[in-house]
C-alpha cells in the first residue's frame, strides 16, 4: 500500500497533475461566474451558456486566423460580440419567459443551444478549427513544465474574478445588481427599471463568456459541439457552490477541476469527469442547497 | 365512449400497413417513430407532473447498452436480458430518485441532477470502450444463419418489427392512460402545486415521485433496448447521454406534455423535419450554395423556443385546448 501511495502520489506527475486541475480550475471560475450572475439577478439558468462561448471561440478564430487581426484586438471584438449576444438573447427570449415556470424557461434556453449548435454546424462545417497559437511552456521547477496558454488563462480568469467582485462590491451599478438580486419586488417599486438592470447583467455574462472563449481558444480547438462538452461541467460547478452564490462557484470550481484532474491521472479522463459528477450528486443529497450555502 | 370503436379502427388501419405494400423506407420510418414515441410517452408520464428529468438518455442507454452486452458477453437472451435491463435502469431511478425526493431536490436542481445522470452513464460507456466499443458505438452479435431469430429477439424483416414497435406503442398508450386514471395522477397533481401542503393532507409525496419516476424510467429503458434491437447498433450519440436527454423532453414539449397524444406527435414532427431536410439536402444545396448539415436541428430549435413562448402546451395540446374552447362558446 505505501509502496502504491510512494510511487503514486509523491511523484512529479501527481504534482503536474494538481497543477494542471488549478490551472483548468480558473477558467471553470470565469464560465460559473457569468452564469451564476445571471442566475443570481435574473433568476434563469442559461442552460445555452457553453453554446455563447462556443460563438465566441469561432469569433476570434475568423478574426485572427480567416481576418489576420492580431489575437487582442480579436480577443476585444470576440468579448464585445459575446456580450452583444447576451443582451440579445435576455432581450428577444428571456425577457418573454421571465413569468414563467422555471421549466419554460430551462427549455427555452434549451432551444436556443439547438439552434445555437446547429447554426453554427450551418455556417462552420463540424471539422475542428484550431486557432494555431502556441505560447510554447515555461519550467516551473527542474522537472514541471506548465503550458503558457493555460498559465496566461488562469491569470485573466483570476483578474477577471476579481474584477468582478469589485464591480459588485464597489461600484453604483455592482450595488443595484446586488440589490435586485436580493429582493426583485422591492427594488422594482423603489423605481429601479429591472429590465434595464437584466439587459445590463446579460451583456456583462455575456461578456464573461466571450472572455472565457478567448481563454479557452488557446488551449482547445473549435467545433460546434464543443460547448456540450464542458457545458454541464459549468452547471454542476454552479449548482455545487450554490446557485447565484458567487464565491461558492469560484470555490466549486477548483474542487470540480481537481476531481476531474486526478481521477484522469488515476485511470482515464472519462473517469476524472465520472468521479467529479458522481461527487457532484452525492454532494447535492448531502447539502441541497450547495455546499457553501449560508444557513437561513 | 364513442371514441373507443373509432381508435379500434385507427388501430386495424396500423396494424394493415405493412400487408397494404407500402415501401421499406417508409415502414422504417414508422418503426423509428414508433419507437421513439414510446420513450417520449415514458418521459411524459413524470413529466407532465413538473418532474423534468434531464437523465432520461441515461435510462434510454442502460436499456440499450444492457441488453446488448448481456447478450454479446453472457450470452443471455434478449428475453431474458430486456427485463433485466429495465429492472437495472429502475434500480437506477431508485438510487437517484430517493434521495433527492426525500431532501426535496425540485425544479431547476432536480433536472440538474439527473442531467448529472446523463453524464456519467454517458461517460462510463466511453470510458469502458474496452466493452462497449466506447464511441465508435456496439453491435450485438446476429444469431442463426439467415438473421432471423426469435431466441436473439432479431427481426430482419421490418414488417415483424413493425408489429412489435405497433404494439409497444400501443401499451405506452395503455399506460399513460392508466397513470391518467389512478389516484396517483391526483397525488402528483397536488405535489406540483405544493409539495408541503399535499404532505400536511396524507399525501405520501416521496412514495408517489418514486412510484412514477420508476415507471418513467422502465419504461424509457425498454425503448432503448427496442431500438437496439431493430438497428442492430447503437452509440452514446444515438441512445445514450446528454444529447438524448435534451432531444427526449424537447420532443415531447413540441408534441404536448399534457396529452396522451402528445409525445406521439412530438415524434412525428421531430423526425418527419429531420428525414425531408436530409432527403433533400442536395435540392437545398442548389438553392442555398452550401451543404446545409444542421438545418433541421436549427429549425427545430427556433420552433422550441417560439412553442415555449407562445404555445406551451405544445401543437397537439394546444389544437385540443382550442377544440375545448370553440365548443363551448
Known amino acids: 500500500m505505501m509502496e502504491i501511495i510512494n510511487e503514486y502520489v509523491f511523484s512529479v506527475f501527481f504534482v503536474e497533475t494538481l497543477l494542471n486541475g488549478l490551472l483548468y480550475g480558473g477558467v471553470l471560475a470565469l464560465l460559473s461566474l457569468g452564469l451564476n450572475l445571471i442566475f443570481g439577478v435574473i433568476d434563469v439558468v442559461w442552460i445555452c451558456y457553453a453554446e455563447l462561448v462556443m460563438l465566441g471561440m469561432y469569433t476570434i478564430y475568423f478574426m485572427h486566423v480567416r481576418y489576420g487581426i492580431p489575437l487582442i484586438p480579436s480577443s476585444v471584438i470576440c468579448v ?35 439552434f445555437l449548435q446547429s447554426i453554427a454546424t450551418l455556417m462552420f462545417g463540424v471539422e475542428f478549427l484550431s486557432l494555431g497559437v502556441s505560447l510554447g ?39 443595484a445588481i446586488r440589490a435586485i438580486s436580493q429582493d426583485r419586488e422591492i427594488m422594482i417599486l423603489m423605481g429601479v427599471d429591472a429590465n434595464r438592470l437584466y439587459g445590463i447583467t446579460s451583456a456583462i455574462g455575456g461578456g464573461l ?19 456540450i462538452s464542458f457545458g454541464p461541467i459549468v452547471f454542476m460547478v454552479c449548482v455545487m457552490g450554490g446557485l447565484g452564490n458567487l464565491v461558492g462557484g469560484f470555490i466549486a470550481a477548483f474542487v470540480f477541476a481537481e476531481l476531474i484532474a486526478i481521477g484522469g491521472y488515476f ?17 447535492m443529497f448531502i447539502r441541497p442547497e450547495g455546499l457553501f450555502a449560508r444557513k437561513s | ?72 458477453h453472457a450470452g443471455l437472451t434478449p428475453w431474458v436480458g430486456i427485463p433485466v435491463s429495465m429492472l437495472l435502469a429502475g434500480g437506477f431511478a431508485l438510487l ?37 466499443g466506447g464511441s465508435l458505438g456496439y453491435t450485438p452479435e446476429p444469431h442463426g444463419g439467415e438473421g432471423f431469430s426469435i431466441y436473439a429477439f432479431q427481426f430482419p424483416e421490418k414488417t415483424h418489427f413493425y408489429l412489435i414497435a405497433l404494439a409497444a406503442w400501443v401499451v405506452g398508450l395503455i399506460i399513460w392512460r392508466m397513470v391518467d386514471k389512478s389516484m396517483s395522477r391526483y397525488a402528483l397533481e397536488a405535489i406540483s402545486e405544493d409539495e408541503d401542503a399535499s404532505a400536511a393532507v396524507g399525501v405520501q409525496v416521496t412514495r408517489e415521485k418514486l412510484k412514477i419516476t420508476m415507471l418513467s424510467a422502465v419504461m424509457t429503458a425498454f425503448a432503448g433496448a427496442m431500438y437496439c434491437q431493430y438497428q442492430l447498433f447503437v452509440s452514446p450519440d444515438t441512445v445514450a447521454g446528454v444529447g438524448i436527454s435534451l432531444q427526449i423532453v424537447f420532443a415531447v414539449v413540441a ?36 451543404r ?29 385546448a382550442r377544440m375545448k374552447g370553440g365548443a363551448k362558446a
Not at chain 2, 117 to 132: D, E, F, M, N, P
Open chain 2, 255 to 290: 408534441g404536448g406534455i399534457y396529452t396522451q397524444f402528445g409525445p406521439t406527435v412530438g415524434a412525428i414532427i421531430t423526425i418527419i423535419l429531420a428525414e425531408v431536410l436530409r432527403i433533400n439536402i442536395g435540392e437545398l444545396e442548389g438553392l442555398l450554395g452550401f
Open chain 1, 137 to 175: 511552456s515555461f519550467q516551473l521547477t527542474e522537472d514541471i513544465y506548465v503550458s503558457k496558454s493555460q498559465f496566461v488563462a488562469f491569470v485573466v480568469a483570476a483578474a477577471a474574478v476579481a474584477g468582478m467582485y469589485f464591480f459588485l462590491s464597489r461600484s453604483y451599478m455592482g450595488a
Open chain 2, 292 to 320: 446545409p448539415f444542421g438545418l433541421d436541428n436549427t429549425i427545430y430549435g427556433i420552433m422550441l423556443v417560439l412553442f415555449i413562448i407562445f404555445l406551451p402546451r405544445g401543437v397537439l395540446g394546444s389544437i385540443q
Open chain 1, 209 to 227: 463568456a466571450g472572455l472565457a472563449a478567448c481563454l479557452l481558444a488557446l488551449q482547445f480547438d473549435v467545433h460546434p459541439f464543443v460547448g
Open chain 2, 1 to 72: 365512449m364513442t371514441r373507443l370503436p373509432l381508435m379500434l379502427l385507427g388501430l386495424a388501419g396500423l396494424i394493415a400497413v405493412p400487408f397494404i405494400g407500402v415501401p421499406p423506407y417508409w415502414l422504417h420510418i414508422m418503426i423509428i417513430i414508433l419507437i421513439w414515441s414510446f420513450a417520449y410517452t415514458g418521459w411524459s408520464v413524470m413529466g407532465r407532473f413538473g418532474l423534468v428529468s434531464l437523465g432520461h438518455g441515461a435510462f434510454m442507454g442502460i436499456g440499450a447498452y444492457g441488453t446488448a452486452l448481456l447478450w454479446n
Open chain 2, 96 to 132: 437517484i430518485g430517493y434521495p433527492c425526493f426525500k431532501y426535496k431536490i425540485v425544479g431547476h436542481y432536480f433536472a440538474l441532477v439527473t442531467l448529472a445522470l446523463s453524464v456519467i452513464v454517458g461517460q462510463v460507456i466511453v470510458a469502458t470502450r474496452k466493452h462497449t
Open chain 1, 267 to 283: 485511470a482515464d479522463l472519462e473517469w476524472g469527469t465520472v468521479l467529479a459528477f458522481c461527487v457532484f450528486v452525492i454532494t
Open chain 1, 80 to 114: 464585445m460580440m459575446v456580450a452583444l449576444l447576451g443582451y440579445v438573447l435576455h432581450r428577444i427570449i428571456i425577457a418573454h419567459v421571465l413569468g414563467k415556470a422555471p421549466i419554460n424557461q430551462l427549455l427555452a434556453t434549451g432551444g436556443v443551444l439547438f
